[in-house]
């Protein structure tokens, strides 16, 4: 059964330090991509990046990338630069690939509030 | 930018009583799929559809809930006799038949069961 841990209930960072929010994970199938959400208070999801377990370098989107460390089983995501904007609760998801194209649940963490201090 | 759009934003319902929730996903996309998050807690799968069945459900879809794609654009969510327990954010996503399948999320619609 996939299992996504997020270990840090909140963090909250001063602005335009980097912060990394961490996330482990668990699946026997080798194949498996792992993304992160951002959750304003608003209550949308909004997709950050994405890593897939036999992607070479690490996945980076402007100021958020990943650190991926497939042996450690771990894909942290670290934000460089914090904006007050960045305030949101932030998900760690992973989907299994199991040679199946197409419709495949995403498995979340529970979550890291994190809060952007002036 | 296309996007993924949710009706009603709100629902409040009474306890014992059918909703549905509307979604319209990104219109090239194939595989449809409803999440739901208590407040506070992490977002869960509830099912996925493609080629208009359902391709995977999780043990919270019962037999209470039910999803229909009644034309080209919609994608629904059914909840036959609401209960308490049924207040949440719901999410509607939408992925397209590529490899990455990164799933494009509504706005949802928060449903309180009275």
């Known amino acids: 059964a996939q299992k996504i841990t997020q270990t840090q209930p909140g963090m909250f960072v001063q602005e335009k330090e980097a912060v990394t929010l961490d996330c482990t994970y668990d699946?026997?199938?080798?194949?498996?991509?792992l993304f992160w959400y951002k959750q304003p208070s608003s209550g949308e999801m909004i997709f950050l990046i994405y890593?897939?377990?036999?992607?070479?370098q690490n996945a980076t989107e402007g100021r958020y990338s990943l650190n991926f460390q497939k042996a450690r089983k771990s894909a942290n995501l670290v934000i460089s630069a914090s904006q007050l904007g960045d305030s949101a609760m932030y998900f760690c998801?992973?989907?299994?690939?199991?040679?199946?194209?197409?419709?495949?649940?995403?498995?979340f963490g529970q979550g890291t509030r994190l809060t952007i201090n002036p | 930018e296309p996007e993924v759009t949710q009706t009603p934003s709100h629902q409040v319902t009474q306890m014992g009583q059918e909703v549905i929730l509307r979604c319209v996903p990104i219109?090239?996309?194939?595989?449809f799929y409803w999440y739901r998050q208590i407040l506070g807690q992490k977002v869960e799968f509830l099912v996925s559809?493609?080629?208009?069945?359902?391709?995977?459900k999780s043990e919270i879809f019962d037999d209470q809930f039910s999803v229909e794609r009644p034309d080209g654009s919609n994608f629904t969510l059914k909840i036959r006799s609401t209960k308490l327990e049924d207040s949440a954010m719901y999410f509607c996503?939408?992925?397209?038949?590529?490899?990455?399948?990164?799933?494009?999320f509504g706005p949802g619609t928060r449903l309180t069961v009275l």
């Open positions: 699946t026997s199938d080798p194949s498996y991509g």
């Open positions: 996503a939408s992925s397209e038949a590529k490899s990455r399948n990164e799933q494009f």
């Open positions: 219109s090239n996309h194939l595989y």
């Open positions: 890593q897939g377990s036999y992607d070479q």
């Open positions: 559809f493609y080629n208009n069945e359902i391709s995977e």
């Open positions: 998801a992973m989907r299994e690939m199991d040679g199946i194209q197409g419709a495949q649940k995403l498995v």
